[in-house]
């Protein structure tokens, strides 16, 4: 069984790539919610959610999604990543916010602001959130 990492992106795009380097380095597919709304869930033991935040809130295509397929997501390997404007407990507390909202207990945040990247210009924290999976 496979990885699936689905996302919703918004003006940005860092979501976008950071779903991108992700599934190339995990060998995933990647479904942006923007073109593809009905994903077959069946075939992938580990999903990956990745959203933008706007006013505090993850983006709606996302949030539908889950409301749409939380009977199809039961029993799999559910994570989220969280591609935000702060930093330390600023973006700790938005993670768990947001993480409580959608029903994921596996999350993490990124930020792009004075943080070291890789070789690739992804914050390193995405390869060390792509280890532990």
Do not use: S
């Not at 949030?63 to 935000?84: E, P, S, T, Y």
């Amino acid at each position: 069984m496979g990885t699936a990492i689905i996302y919703a992106t918004g003006f940005t795009k860092n979501t976008k790539g950071i779903a991108d380097y992700m599934a190339r380095e995990l060998k995933a597919d990647v479904f942006n919610l923007k073109q593809i709304t009905k994903i077959n869930l069946t075939d992938f033991d580990d999903v990956i959610f990745g959203t933008g935040v706007h006013a505090g809130k993850p983006y709606k295509p996302l949030v539908q999604f889950l409301d749409a397929n939380r009977d199809a997501l039961k029993g799999k390997n559910l994570h989220l990543f969280i591609v935000c404007m702060y930093n330390g407990e600023k973006g700790d507390a938005q993670r768990d916010k947001i993480a409580e909202e959608l029903g994921i207990q596996d999350a993490v945040y990124f930020n792009n602001k004075g943080c070291e990247m890789n070789e690739a210009g992804i914050p390193v924290a995405v390869d060390e959130f792509i280890a532990r999976i």
